[in-house]
């Protein structure tokens, strides 16, 4: 089982580092020499070796990896430049030992001008990395915005300069790398959000040392869907419907019918053994001729919804609920069935514009917002929310407990079961339709009813919801997709015991140390 990927927030790689230090495995500089090695190599593996090398330097730690590159490529015969965005007054003590490397093996310095001209070759990106605490400096800010102009591919040390390594907030600007090479270990601000944008492929450098034996702690880790698809549910010879559970889908007001329809579909495909719609009555034709093994009951009551309260594994409420007083009633309804209650879409909304969000607290739960739903839970603005996506599903899983499945591009999941964040690899912009949210939440309700916790069936659901997209765009066939194309992916995934990643955007290094 290929383990999952772990994450570390800033302080703690440094921490990581000192120990190394301290154990005698690397100094200080022997570390960034193998980082300056492992730029190059993986430069040269991906896009083969350059005509000609320009390499941009800050005056840190992350412009002396840029330094020490310029050495290994001018002894490669790669015809290198340095262009430098400071002169060496406050330059940190290893970049400017790098640069003094630089001037006695005749490497060209030049200072950084707009008029400076790129005609071919690669860019290395060595301006800020990790190291960035606020929005980059008015230089900065220039050289980033020439970088991103040149028509030539563009390699990030460590962190794409002007994304923060902790948050993946971009300040205003940021170099658009086609490679990132993360040092030590994973950052949690290249796998989520905005600078996702940013980072092109990712590859982990991790020089060949088990960082996790020299770490208290770590912050998260990438999820791996290989590793989980053994959670998926035994079927027994004897097996009939009720032994893989009920899920009820409990949406659709007038206008909205489809989205439960929706919903109910991704149950029934990972394996529910019967799903129940309750909807309005003007909507039961509709999901009947659609899904005629789903039972469908119209319901414009209290008392009508009360009865099928009960003998459900799972419950999933929101898709399509609307915000009328029908859909308050359903909710309030629901909300007291003893099961777990995968909440979403408008069931999100009107617990957040009323006083619902107390009775989740003794709840099995699972919320799944994105970041518009996730800034009215939270009473303020979705670019809050994008700005440190991490801060925001830890403080959503706090105030209303159980599972907080955050949507978006590197979707994240917090629980009460783990202190750690996870975070989804896959995915790309094929799920961004209607009705995909809807089945992402029918497909976790389907896991819960066939017996797995709500965090397996979190996990499980967001995996194989996410790699669904991706094996369709593998194929060819993203562009133009709808939420249902993705179940006969899903199926595929389902009844596989290991599938093949096409596209994961993160890698670990081949690099070789000692």
């Known amino acids: 089982m290929k383990k999952n990927h772990l994450i570390f927030k800033t302080d703690q790689i440094q921490a990581i580092e000192k120990k190394i230090f301290s154990a005698g495995i690397f100094s200080p500089q022997r570390l960034m020499e193998l980082a300056a090695k492992s730029v190059i190599e993986n430069l040269i593996l991906t896009f083969g070796k350059p005509s000609a090398l320009s390499i941009f330097c800050g005056r840190g730690n992350n412009g002396a990896d840029g330094y020490l590159c310029s050495i290994i490529s001018h002894e490669m015969g790669i015809p290198t430049t340095v262009i430098e965005t400071q002169n060496d007054r406050n330059m940190a003590e290893y970049a400017r030992l790098a640069r003094d490397k630089c001037k006695k093996n005749g490497i060209k310095l030049i200072p950084f001008n707009k008029?400076?001209?790129?005609?071919?070759?690669?860019?290395?990106?060595?301006?800020?990395?990790?190291?960035?605490?606020?929005?980059?400096?008015?230089?900065?800010?220039?050289?980033?915005?020439?970088?991103?102009?040149?028509?030539?591919?563009?390699?990030?040390?460590?962190?794409?300069?002007?994304v923060t390594a902790n948050s993946g907030h971009v300040h205003l600007i940021a170099v658009k790398a086609d490679l990132t090479i993360c040092m030590i270990a994973l950052k949690p601000g290249l796998t989520s959000g905005e600078a996702k944008n940013y980072c092109g492929k990712v590859i982990i450098e991790d020089f060949g040392i088990k960082v996790d034996d020299f770490a208290d702690t770590h912050f998260g880790e990438l999820l791996e869907i290989n590793g989980l698809l053994k959670l998926l549910p035994e079927r027994r010879q004897t097996a009939h419907k009720y032994n893989s559970g009920i899920c009820l889908v409990v949406g659709g007001d007038y206008g909205y019918g489809g989205a439960p329809i929706i919903a109910s579909e991704g149950s029934m495909r990972v394996g529910a053994g019967l799903t129940r719609i309750v909807t309005r009555p003007a909507h039961v034709a509709a999901c009947l001729s659609r899904n005629p093994e789903c039972l469908v009951n119209g319901v414009e009551s209290i008392q009508e919804a009360q009865q099928f309260t009960k003998k459900v594994n799972a419950v999933v409420?929101?898709?399509?609920?609307?915000?009328?007083?029908?859909?308050?009633?359903?909710?309030?309804?629901?909300?007291?069935?003893?099961?777990?209650?995968?909440?979403?879409?408008?069931?999100?909304?009107?617990?957040?514009?009323?006083?619902?969000?107390?009775?989740?607290?003794?709840?099995?739960?699972?919320?799944?917002?994105?970041?518009?739903?996730?800034?009215?839970?939270?009473?303020?603005?979705?670019?809050?929310?994008?700005?440190?996506?991490?801060?925001?599903?830890?403080?959503?899983?706090?105030?209303?407990?159980?599972?907080?499945?955050?949507?978006?591009?590197?979707?994240l999941l917090c629980s009460d079961q783990s202190d750690k964040i996870f975070v989804c690899p896959y995915g790309n912009p094929s799920l961004a339709t209607a009705g995909s949210g809807d089945l992402l939440s029918g497909m976790i309700g389907g896991f819960i009813s066939q017996g797995l916790s709500e965090n397996h069936s979190s996990v499980l659901g967001l995996l194989?919801?996410?790699?669904?997209?991706?094996?369709?765009?593998?194929?060819k066939l993203d562009r133009g997709m709808i939420a249902t194309d993705l179940l006969s992916y899903v199926r595929r995934i389902i009844n596989s015991t290991e599938v093949v990643v096409p596209d994961d955007n993160f890698s670990n290094s081949g690099m070789k140390v000692g």
Request: aromatic letters at 6%.
């Open 317 to 411: 409420i929101g898709p399509g609920l609307g915000k009328s007083s029908w859909s308050e009633q359903m909710l309030k309804v629901f909300l007291e069935v003893n099961v777990p209650i995968i909440l979403d879409a408008d069931a999100l909304n009107l617990i957040s514009d009323g006083n619902l969000g107390s009775l989740l607290r003794d709840k099995r739960t699972i919320l799944t917002p994105h970041s518009g739903e996730a800034a009215r839970l939270l009473g303020c603005t979705t670019k809050e929310i994008d700005k440190d996506r991490f801060s925001a599903v830890r403080e959503l899983q706090k105030i209303y407990g159980g599972t907080v499945l955050l949507k978006g591009s590197g979707s």
């Open 464 to 475: 194989i919801h996410s790699f669904a997209a991706n094996v369709a765009r593998y194929e």
């Open 115 to 162: 008029d400076f001209c790129i005609d071919s070759g690669i860019i290395i990106d060595a301006l800020v990395g990790s190291g960035l605490r606020d929005i980059p400096r008015d230089e900065t800010r220039d050289i980033i915005e020439f970088i991103n102009k040149q028509n030539a591919p563009i390699v990030s040390i460590d962190v794409p300069s002007g």
